[in-house]
């Protein structure tokens, strides 16, 4: 079974939040930094404590009964992890790690695989990244919580504990403040789609899965585990530790929407905001209700969106070689194939993620809406665990998203092309998004989904933790 008291909490769980901060730190001096340390580990949050702190939210609400306006209780999470520079500054060995595209760092992989746009070669590429990322980050604190002021109180203390100034033993690069968006929309991500949706159901933690994609075994997110790849090769203190992708990725809304309402497709009785949303939807696979194309091609279908044992219960299966439900280069499509791949006897299991990510900045502006373009910024703190991450997010971003010929087929003569949300590369244009001809190819603008920085971190257990990073 998995030691729950053993994994942070935001693996597994999540941890419940309405802001979330990513707070980016160097190690400024190792010594102090492992004594200090040891005082933060009672601040995290394991998945067990999670668990805990979700029925203590079910049980608030239901005593609010359903009110009008319910508060909410004071509930903060802490979770800690390192980027491979972090534990060479610790002088820890994290070589049995072995992961390449943790031990090259983003920013080297980001030229070399990710297709992020920068300049030079190599070990000298500089992405076009905001400064903080194009230095060496050591670390990350991530504290989420129901508010600002629960979640400042928190960073406080955490700033407390490593010390201020001249005397502390870190340094802080960046702190980012992510918050999921107001009212209505507070599960949907800035183009408006509701996310959050699917990530993997875990055998022997997830004990109702609702339908949809096999469950997976914990080793594909969790180290040491079956379904870890690397299993017999890990260190011991690597055990229930995961491997962690941060992207900050800015989002252009107003200029997002404008493509679609210029490139609105058309069919009879049709208006032009239907023409727009239909090809919206099959740019990213499913309605903004969160509904599946698959199943829903021409209209959204909110009773399916609300039903957990229909939304994401789909495969493709009636698609396999085809796309006119749903274009091949669809984002959740490019991102988990599901019978493209699975109907050729591969498995998907060592390529999935699970999804951690929360919304940054503001909503758009009537300024912004009538110029058509993005003055303000934000988007996505994008963030993803995975016990492999050259098989999980690196491979899904170059392997996938990146590539017009993915998925390969033999029976169809069209090419999907990239993933119009996230993918990266020359040629921006993919096939299928008119279904009444799958084959006609649509020219993107450029890039809506802009990469400005990230790292690879590692997050240890809380017994690595105990035993090896705190003196
Ligand atoms: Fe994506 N979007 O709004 O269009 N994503 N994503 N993603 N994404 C998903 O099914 C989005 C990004 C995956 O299991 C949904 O939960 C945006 C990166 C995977 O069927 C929506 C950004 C990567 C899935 C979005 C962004 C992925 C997924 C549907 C950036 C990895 C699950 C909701 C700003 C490299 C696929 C849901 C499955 C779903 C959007 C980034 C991967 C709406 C806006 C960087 C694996």
């Known amino acids: 079974g998995l030691n729950l008291k053993n994994i942070q909490g935001d693996i597994l769980s999540g941890l419940p939040k309405k802001t979330e901060t990513w707070y980016f730190f160097q190690i400024s001096n190792p010594t102090k930094f492992?004594?200090?340390?040891?005082?933060?580990?009672?601040?995290?949050?394991?998945?067990?404590?999670?668990?805990e702190d979700r029925k203590a939210i079910d049980k608030h609400k239901r005593q609010q009964g359903g009110g009008w306006k319910p508060h909410l209780i004071p509930i903060a999470g802490v979770?800690?992890?390192?980027?491979?520079?972090?534990?060479?500054?610790?002088?820890?060995d994290d070589a049995k790690l072995i992961?390449?595209?943790?031990?090259?760092?983003?920013?080297?992989?980001?030229?070399?695989?990710?297709?992020?746009?920068?300049?030079?070669t190599g070990p000298n590429f500089v992405p076009d990244w905001e400064e903080p990322f194009k230095q060496e980050i050591h670390g990350v604190f991530i504290i989420a919580g129901e508010s600002h002021p629960t979640v400042d109180k928190k960073i406080q203390h955490i700033e407390q504990i490593f010390g201020l100034g001249n005397a502390s033993s870190i340094k802080k690069l960046i702190a980012?403040?992510?918050?999921?968006?107001?009212?209505?929309?507070?599960?949907h991500e800035h183009f408006g789609y509701l996310d959050g949706i699917s990530n993997p159901s875990i055998i022997g933690f997830d004990t109702n899965p609702p339908l949809g994609p096999a469950p997976i075994r914990a080793g594909a997110i969790i180290l040491g585990h079956d379904g870890d790849l690397n299993k017999d090769n890990r260190a011991p203190w690597m055990v229930d530790g995961s491997f962690l992708a941060f992207r900050w990725l800015f989002q252009k809304v107003p200029e997002f929407d404008d493509f679609l309402n210029r490139n609105a497709l058309q069919g009879p009785g049709m208006t032009r905001q239907q023409g727009a949303d239909l090809l919206g939807a099959r740019l990213v696979g499913r309605w903004k209700s969160g509904a599946?194309?698959?199943?829903?091609?021409?209209?959204?279908?909110?009773e399916i969106a609300a039903d957990p044992n229909r939304i994401n219960n789909f495969h493709f299966t009636a698609e396999t070689n085809f796309q006119k439900l749903c274009p091949f280069a669809a984002h959740v499509r490019k991102t988990l194939p599901r019978a493209d791949l699975e109907f050729r006897g591969i498995s998907l299991e060592k390529n999935r993620i699970v999804r951690r990510g929360i919304q940054f900045g503001?909503?758009?502006?009537?300024?912004?809406?009538?110029?058509?373009?993005?003055?303000?910024?934000r988007g996505l703190l994008f963030a993803c665990y995975q016990s492999s991450l050259t098989d999980g997010f690196q491979f899904i971003q170059q392997s996938w998203a990146n590539n017009p010929t993915f998925p390969p087929f033999e029976t169809t003569p069209e090419t999907p092309g990239l993933d119009p949300i996230i993918g990266q590369g020359p040629n921006r244009e993919l096939s299928g998004y008119d279904p009444n001809d799958p084959s006609k190819v649509l020219k993107l603008d450029d890039l809506w989904v802009v990469p400005r920085g990230g790292e690879y971190f590692f997050s240890p257990s809380i017994k690595a933790m105990k035993d090896l990073i705190a003196a």
């Open 292 to 302: 599946p194309i698959d199943i829903t091609p021409f209209d959204d279908d909110l």
């Open 176 to 187: 980012i403040r992510g918050d999921v968006r107001p009212g209505a929309l507070s599960a």
């Open 34 to 51: 492992r004594k200090d340390f040891r005082n933060f580990i009672p601040l995290v949050k394991s998945a067990d404590g999670v668990l």
């Open 99 to 120: 992961d390449t595209a943790f031990l090259t760092g983003q920013r080297i992989d980001a030229g070399a695989n990710l297709g992020d746009k920068g300049t030079g």
């Open 362 to 377: 503001p909503e758009v502006t009537k300024q912004e809406k009538v110029a058509k373009k993005t003055f303000h910024g």
């Open 79 to 92: 979770n800690v992890s390192f980027s491979h520079f972090g534990f060479q500054k610790l002088g820890i």
